[in-house]
């Protein structure tokens, strides 16, 4: 009696479990039959296909609720199951889309900040250019307007120094002549460097010292020194083509 207790108790749990689950698959298959009609309805419109819970409800309980489902509702199924597939594989789509852009973007954004980067970098050298050649320029034009001056007091600073003089037995009147007329041709080398902002090679010109280079070398130095109460950009340009000059005539001195 006792097992057949257990077994009738066994069953009815069972049967009990059953009803329950054919109950919510009778309330699933009517939520379908009234998204149908709804559907139906309105068109038989893709946006009021199934979607969401409670088409995955259906995924889930299509076994047991296909029975259940006359052809006109399997039907409207596949279509929002269809749907349902398209919209995500669209979504993808977008997504890849999405993604691509965004690398090309940061790829442009890279390029375009590489850019700005060489722009500034070109800007800055633009400045600093135009910042020595303007400096370039008030030398030109300071040296210009004391250029006699110059010349005659470096010709003196040479004739005052024994040591130099006594390596000529030149006339003095004759050597003041050609000291000062060098100094003056060498001025001018100075000065149409200093023009253009750039070294204008003293080779390729027709300028060749007539005294000792040691007298060049004195007279220039000399110069540099009067140029140290320019500012400190005028006096950078300036000495900058004077050591150019006094080291070429340390070169001759050394052939």
């Known amino acids: 009696i006792d097992l057949a207790h257990e077994a009738l108790m066994s069953g009815w749990e069972e049967y009990a479990q059953w009803r329950d689950k054919y109950r919510q698959i009778l309330r699933l298959r009517d939520r379908v039959d009234d998204a149908?009609?709804?559907?139906?309805?309105?068109?038989?419109?893709?946006?009021d296909l199934m979607m969401g819970g409670l088409l995955r409800?259906?995924?889930?309980?299509?076994?047991?609720?296909?029975?259940?489902?006359?052809?006109?509702?399997?039907d409207f199924y596949k279509r929002s199951d269809t749907n349902e597939r398209e919209q995500a594989l669209s979504y993808k789509n977008l997504q890849d889309n999405l993604r691509r852009i965004q690398a090309e973007f940061e790829v442009l954004n890279r390029q375009q900040t590489e850019i700005d980067n060489q722009k500034a970098d070109f800007q800055a050298m633009l400045n600093l250019f135009e910042n020595r050649m303007a400096h370039s320029l008030t030398a030109a034009e300071w040296l210009k307007n004391k250029r006699q001056i110059l010349i005659e007091q470096a010709v003196q600073e040479v004739l005052h120094n024994p040591s130099l003089m006594q390596t000529v037995d030149a006339d003095s009147s004759i050597l003041i002549q050609r000291l000062t007329?060098?100094?003056?041709d060498y001025m001018g080398w100075l000065y149409e460097s200093l023009k253009i902002g750039a070294i204008i090679p003293i080779e390729e010109t027709d300028l060749t010292p007539s005294l000792p280079i040691s007298f060049y070398i004195a007279a220039f130095n000399y110069i540099k020194q009067v140029t140290n109460n320019l500012s400190n950009g005028v006096t950078r340009e300036l000495k900058g083509m004077l050591n150019?000059?006094?080291?070429?005539?340390?070169?001759?001195?050394?052939?």
């Open 181 to 184: 007329q060098d100094i003056n």
């Open 244 to 255: 150019v000059l006094i080291n070429y005539f340390s070169t001759i001195s050394s052939d």
């Open 36 to 47: 149908f009609k709804i559907w139906d309805a309105n068109g038989r419109k893709n946006e």
């Open 57 to 74: 409800l259906v995924k889930k309980n299509w076994a047991d609720l296909q029975i259940e489902l006359d052809a006109r509702a399997k």
